[in-house]
């Protein structure tokens, strides 16, 4: 479960609960189906007119990985498989690597060290894994797309809600406290679009971007390990150049682990 989303979505509303009591005004104002219509369901038509529904089939799967995260193979966990593999290829070569890919689950972790294990030049790995990461970027920025254009969306027909509201309200000017009430309700619209626009799809979007920029560097760092095992890189070497994509207060020398299995077994 992402916690940070569910933060974000129920202190918003407890903000603006909370906002309008210490203003005076009743949040119980808030309970209006028409305006909950005209946000919800125009922002959903508009979405559908921008949009295929190749594209639209894959929002279910987005709001998921929105409220759940998206778990990713740990950065040291690679960079131990690496320096694994480097150690083996310099005893075993290729066989070494190839039997080592079979047992990996992440399929492009598995299909990488595949094609070092098939003899493929470092021009042709570094090409087809250059590709794919940037077809899964593409992916991802429409994916994004779509709850950039909902948070876009969504303020405006606030406006058209308020409009429509106003229209409402000063088709009858006889009753002059219904007609406050009304004008309050006509503005219930606009509040629920700049909420629903700049506190929940703006930000939605923003979290899937930065989700996407997380899994493009451990697929780079996958490449990197490739490219260094494909040129028969030593331990040390694969370590210290995969070591780049950890940040220092996460970084854990292999080298130092493994004197420290060597102590123990003394």
Not at 124 to 141: A, N
Not at 208 to 232: C, D, F, P
């Amino acid at each position: 479960m992402e916690k940070s989303t569910l933060i974000g979505v129920f202190g918003g509303v407890a903000a603006i609960g909370v906002g309008m009591a210490l203003k005076g005004a009743d949040p119980h104002t808030l309970i209006n189906p028409a305006a909950f219509l005209i946000i919800i369901a125009g922002t959903a038509a508009a979405v559908f007119n921008a949009f295929t529904m190749k594209g639209l089939k894959k929002f279910p799967k987005l709001v998921k990985i929105i409220f759940c995260g998206k778990k990713f193979m740990p950065k040291q966990e690679i960079l131990e498989i690496f320096v694994s593999l480097a150690k083996s290829a310099k005893q075993g070569g290729v066989v070494a690597i190839e039997k080592r890919a079979q047992e990996i689950e992440d399929p492009f972790l598995r299909s990488s060290l595949i094609m070092v294990a098939d003899g493929f030049d470092a021009d042709f790995i570094s090409d087809t894994i250059e590709s794919e990461i940037k077809q899964m970027e593409e992916r991802h920025r429409s994916g994004a797309l779509i709850f950039a254009q909902c948070g876009m969306y969504a303020p405006t027909l606030g406006v058209l809600g308020a409009v429509i509201g106003l229209i409402a309200a000063l088709g009858n000017l006889s009753d002059i406290d219904q007609l406050g009430h009304s004008i309050a309700a006509a503005f219930v619209a606009t509040l629920l679009g700049i909420f629903t626009g700049y506190v929940l799809w703006h930000p939605f979007a923003n979290k899937l971007k930065q989700i996407s920029q997380e899994e493009v560097e451990i697929k780079k760092m996958i490449l990197e390990g490739a490219l260094a095992l494909q040129s028969g890189a030593s331990s040390i070497a694969m370590e210290a150049k995969l070591q780049a994509f950890i940040p220092l207060s996460e970084r854990r020398s292999q080298r130092g682990d493994d004197a420290e299995n060597k102590e123990e077994e003394k």
